[in-house]
Antibody, heavy 120, light 107 residues
Framework: QVQLQEAGPGLVKPSETLSLTCTVS????????WSWIRQPPGKGLEWIGY???????NYNPSLKSRVTISLDTSNNQFSLNLNSVTAADTAVYYC??????????????WGQGTLVTVSS | EIVLTQSPAFQSVTPKEKVTITCRAS??????LHWYQQKPDQSPKLLIK???QSISGVPSRFSGSGSGTDFTLTINSLEAEDAAAYYC?????????FGGGTKVEIK
């Protein structure tokens, strides 16, 4: 079965770029939509964006100016870059598979999540 | 953007009791509504998709209903392992959004 695992620095300085990678195992990344979702400590879930295996992307308008999601099919990975970070970007970041069939569907499965703290 | 409003935000429940969580959408989303369970220090897990479709491995005491703008997650005969936060999610239109969550505590 498909499993996802996030990786990246746990601490990022303000104004710098947050970079995370999600490795997909147990299946090919060359199908489905792949998403990033975040959760500030003690708060709810926020969808960041997705990438399709063709490379097409869609981002949450609230983050669109600062976000880039990219794909590395040779390593079965996709990545998140979020620039100009502030303390408000401190959160657990999850990667997840977004199902699609004549429309967007559910997120399943999810990675275990990685906490990124923005602090000097 | 479609806003999902969950209620209650917190519920303290006795084992074997029935739990009802509601999710109201700011506009009609048809049946594009899914539920997730998030236990402490874990990632969210898909519980129910498309309002009422069951997921393999999820206990049958979890069920969903509703359509349009009003949806309900029901837990029949709550068990201790059901202590968690529950989130609804709409996939009807972008941006994809989640409800604010409902935390269920076991008395």
């Amino acid at each position: 079965q498909v499993q996802l695992q996030e990786a990246g620095p746990g601490l990022v300085k303000p104004s710098e770029t947050l970079s995370l990678t999600c490795t997909v195992s147990g299946g090919s990344i060359s199908t489905y939509y792949w998403s990033w979702i975040r959760q500030p400590p003690g708060k709810g879930l926020e969808w960041i964006g997705y990438i399709f295996y063709t490379g097409s992307t869609n981002y949450n308008p609230s983050l669109k100016s600062r976000v880039t999601i990219s794909l590395d099919t040779s390593n079965n990975q996709f990545s998140l870059n979020l620039n100009s970070v502030t303390a408000a970007d401190t959160a657990v970041y999850y990667c997840a598979r977004l199902h699609f069939w004549s429309g967007y569907q559910e997120f399943d499965p999810w990675g275990q999540g990685t906490l990124v703290t923005v602090s000097s | 953007e479609i806003v999902l409003t969950q209620s209650p935000a917190f519920q303290s429940v006795t084992p074997k009791e029935k739990v009802t969580i509601t999710c109201r959408a700011s506009q009609s989303i048809g049946s594009s509504l899914h539920w997730y369970q998030q236990k402490p220090d874990q990632s969210p897990k898909l519980l129910i998709k498309y309002v009422s479709q069951s997921i393999s491995g999820v206990p049958s005491r979890f069920s969903g209903s509703g359509s349009g703008t009003d949806f309900t997650l029901t837990i029949n005969s709550l068990e201790a392992e059901d202590a968690a936060a529950y989130y609804c999610h709409q996939s009807s239109s972008l941006p994809l959004t989640f409800g604010g969550g409902t935390k269920v505590e076991i008395k």
